[in-house]
DNA sequence: AACCAGGACGTGA
DNA sequence: TCACGTCATGGT
């Protein structure tokens, strides 16, 4: 089997074992806003649910504070940002870091994300949302990873699920997952990995943000860096375990 | 009590 | 380029 079609067949076995994920989960939005969720439970990230622009801001705050964080943790960050009033441009705009930092201590690094908020919205002003989303996908991305402390994953998440822009998602689930598969080493880097996705899939929104949400509920259960479970956990996909 | 979590950046080789 | 150290809280 060529490569290109262990990347279609994962997806549909990943699909079928854990259904749609309904990616990016925003917790202070969700439920304030009558387009939070669609009938199914899908987020404003979705591609076809409009996100208001407190929602696009927050999807770049989140991608930002789950960093090599838990979900967890980056969610709790965001409620305690809104709860101190800080949940907008302009309040984070007037803020002074330690502010910021006070508020998204949950989160860990809290002292590099509160310089990184602050980079992100000041980046904002210059090219809004509003903006963004009239740009090439390319042009968008080049401008995020100017911001200091947004790198290709948290720029592609915040192109994929605020902007809506047809990018692949890539993180430390899908080269782990992908290494076991046999498709390529541990060591691949952002570029080849994203490449290899892109080139295997029709250039689908919905199945872009799909993907990335199952490669991390899956790797979350059997890819863990110390792996726990492999071996007595139930098989779920028949290309890797 | 180590070890990990939906990374990014600076450094030296 | 690239391997390695650093940043930090909360859960297991």
Redesign the pocket.
């Known amino acids: 089997m060529t490569h290109r079609k262990i990347i279609r067949q994962l997806y549909e076995e990943l699909l079928s074992a854990y259904g749609p994920q309904g990616?990016?989960?925003v917790p202070v939005t969700a439920g304030r806003q009558r387009s939070a969720c669609d009938e199914n439970g899908y987020h404003p990230g979705v591609f076809n649910i409009p996100a208001t622009r407190s929602q696009q801001l927050e999807i770049a705050l989140?991608?930002v504070l789950?960093?090599?964080?838990?979900?967890?943790?980056?969610?709790?960050a965001l409620l305690s940002l809104s709860k101190n009033g800080l949940f907008s441009q302009r309040c984070l705009l007037e803020a002074k870091n330690e502010e910021i930092?006070l508020a998204i201590?949950?989160?860990?690094?809290?002292?590099?994300?509160?310089k990184?908020i602050k980079s992100l919205v000041f980046f904002l002003q210059d090219h809004p949302f509003k903006t963004l989303e009239h740009e090439t996908c390319s042009k968008a991305r080049r401008l995020l990873?100017q911001?200091?402390?947004?790198?290709?994953?948290?720029?592609?998440?915040i192109l994929l699920?605020a902007l809506k822009k047809p990018i692949f998602?890539v993180?430390?689930?899908t080269r782990r997952i992908l290494a076991g598969a046999g498709v390529l080493s541990e060591?691949a880097?952002?570029n080849e990995l994203q490449a290899l996705f892109e080139s295997s899939l029709e250039k689908n929104i919905r199945v872009y943000q799909e993907y990335?949400?199952l490669l991390?509920q899956h790797?979350?259960l059997y890819?863990?860096?110390?792996p726990?479970g492999k071996g007595d956990v139930i098989i779920r996909s028949r290309l890797v375990i």
């Open positions: 990616w990016w989960p989140g991608a789950t960093q090599n964080t838990s979900w967890k943790n980056a969610a709790a930092a201590r949950t989160a860990g690094y809290y002292n590099q994300k509160s990184t990873l911001v200091r402390g947004i790198g290709p994953e948290t720029a592609d998440c699920y998602v993180d430390a689930y060591k880097g952002y990335h949400a991390v790797g979350k890819y863990s860096r110390k726990h």
